[in-house]
């Protein structure tokens, strides 16, 4: 079994990360700040802002049912994709393994590093073995990515194999759950409290609409965080971004509105796909958008857009050839997307 240590870079390990002002300071009732050399005036954005978002984490805590000391929030989630590799692997020497299709960014974030990347194929139904994933590790592999509900297939990762996966993977496990709000299933993020080598990605992008203030978040025990806080920027998530975010989570009935409305709508597109003569497949899906094998996905890709409808050409990636993705709409939006498809 390897220690935490064994998994994190050596220079990662050894780091003394950079000390802010605001660092520093912290504790005593104090209303002169003369330590960071900010300007007093152009209030409220003159301030450098919390670096480790204290008031935020308390909040999203109980939404999540985390503890605050268990939530690193990123520039988007993509920023804690890049730290798992930053703080785990070794450039040139480490490996990851992930299941295959998936999100873009794992593979990207591996080729930035320069570590090599292992894909793992999914089954016909778009479903993880455990076995194969550990067949494709060796001493090398630091870290395995399930993305669950999956990117760009939409169907959520079976349990029992994440489960037994979890069980017999020694290094880091990654389940990015983005579109987990979508999903009625029991989250994987309730279970850091006894995981010590898992972690779990969610964003503010999806469900939550608000995918331009960049705001992702992991969730894994102290020991995990603590390093990604040692390595990322001091002020990585700004004041405008943190308070939006505690303006969104006021009011968190009103994402559940959006997503009963946007499940409804999958509902009723995907029951349309299925009669269009041009589709072959729609697959399951927990997510806010659903693959669909079509007759000739480039050309009719091509067609959507002369009519100014975007959606989005997956046919080279493996296993899903002929699939455009569709992401949930408003409702005209969907029915603009069928009216489009039906004059085919
Ligand atoms: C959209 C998406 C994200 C979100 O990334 P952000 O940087 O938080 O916007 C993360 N993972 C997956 C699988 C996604 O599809």
Same mark, same amino acid.
């Given at each position: 079994?390897?220690?935490?240590?064994? %998994?994190?870079?050596?220079?990662?390990?050894?780091? &003394?990360?950079?000390? &802010?002002?605001?660092?520093?300071?912290? *504790?005593?009732? /104090?209303?002169?700040?003369?330590?960071?050399?900010?300007?007093?005036?152009?209030?409220?954005?003159?301030?450098?802002?919390?670096?480790?978002?204290?008031?935020?984490?308390?909040?999203? *805590?109980?939404?999540?049912?985390?503890?605050?000391?268990?939530?690193?929030?990123?520039?988007?989630?993509?920023? @804690?994709?890049?730290?798992?590799?930053?703080?785990?692997?070794?450039?040139?020497?480490?490996?990851?393994?992930?299941?295959?299709?998936?999100?873009?960014?794992?593979?990207?974030?591996?080729?930035?590093?320069?570590?090599?990347?292992?894909?793992?194929?999914?089954?016909?139904?778009? !479903?993880?073995?455990?076995?194969?994933?550990? @067949?494709?590790?060796?001493?090398?592999?630091?870290?395995?990515?399930?993305?669950?509900?999956?990117?760009?297939?939409?169907?959520?990762?079976? &349990?029992?194999?994440?489960?037994?996966? %979890?069980? !017999?993977?020694? *290094?880091?496990?990654?389940?990015?759950?983005?579109?987990?709000?979508?999903?009625?299933?029991?989250?994987?993020?309730?279970?850091?409290?006894?995981?010590?080598?898992?972690?779990?990605?969610?964003?503010?992008?999806? /469900?939550?609409? $608000?995918?331009?203030?960049?705001? *992702?978040?992991?969730? /894994?025990?102290?020991?995990?965080?603590?390093?990604?806080?040692?390595?990322?920027?001091?002020?990585?998530?700004?004041?405008?971004?943190?308070?939006?975010?505690?303006?969104?989570? !006021?009011?968190?009935?009103?994402?559940?509105?959006?997503?009963?409305?946007?499940?409804?709508?999958?509902?009723?597109?995907?029951?349309?796909? !299925?009669?269009?003569?041009?589709?072959?497949?729609?697959?399951?899906?927990?997510?806010?958008?659903?693959? /669909?094998?079509?007759?000739? @996905?480039?050309?009719?890709?091509?067609?959507?857009?002369?009519?100014?409808?975007?959606?989005?050409?997956?046919?080279?990636?493996?296993? $899903?050839?002929? $699939?455009?993705?569709?992401?949930?709409?408003?409702?005209?939006?969907?029915?603009?997307?069928?009216?489009?498809?039906?004059?085919?």
């Amino acid at each position: 079994m390897r220690e935490l240590k064994d %998994l994190v870079r050596p220079n990662i390990w050894d780091l &003394s990360p950079y000390s &802010s002002a605001r660092d520093e300071y912290s *504790g005593h009732e /104090a209303h002169v700040f003369l330590d960071a050399n900010e300007n007093p005036y152009n209030q409220p954005v003159n301030r450098y802002p919390d670096p480790l978002q204290r008031e935020l984490k308390k909040v999203m *805590g109980k939404l999540k049912g985390v503890r605050p000391e268990q939530i690193f929030f990123g520039n988007g989630s993509d920023e @804690a994709i890049d730290l798992v590799y930053r703080c785990f692997t070794r450039p040139g020497i480490d490996n990851v393994v992930a299941i295959e299709p998936t999100y873009g960014m794992y593979k990207v974030c591996a080729d930035i590093n320069d570590v090599e990347y292992r894909p793992v194929p999914l089954d016909e139904q778009f !479903q993880m073995s455990a076995e194969k994933m550990l @067949a494709a590790c060796d001493e090398n592999t630091k870290v395995i990515w399930v993305c669950s509900p999956n990117n760009p297939t939409g169907n959520l990762i079976d &349990s029992d194999e994440i489960e037994r996966l %979890l069980d !017999q993977f020694d *290094g880091i496990t990654v389940i990015d759950e983005a579109y987990s709000d979508f999903s009625r299933k029991p989250a994987f993020r309730l279970e850091v409290a006894r995981r010590s080598r898992l972690v779990v990605l969610n964003t503010m992008s999806k /469900a939550w609409g $608000c995918a331009a203030i960049r705001l *992702g978040m992991a969730f /894994a025990q102290k020991e995990i965080i603590d390093l990604f806080n040692k390595v990322k920027y001091p002020y990585n998530v700004n004041l405008l971004t943190q308070e939006k975010a505690m303006e969104m989570l !006021q009011s968190p009935y009103e994402m559940d509105k959006w997503v009963k409305t946007l499940l409804m709508e999958r509902g009723r597109m995907m029951e349309a796909f !299925q009669m269009l003569p041009i589709c072959e497949k729609v697959y399951p899906t927990d997510a806010n958008f659903f693959l /669909a094998k079509m007759t000739d @996905a480039n050309s009719i890709y091509n067609y959507l857009v002369e009519n100014g409808i975007i959606v989005r050409n997956r046919s080279r990636v493996a296993l $899903c050839g002929n $699939c455009l993705r569709i992401t949930i709409g408003t409702k005209s939006e969907n029915s603009q997307l069928l009216g489009a498809l039906r004059r085919w």
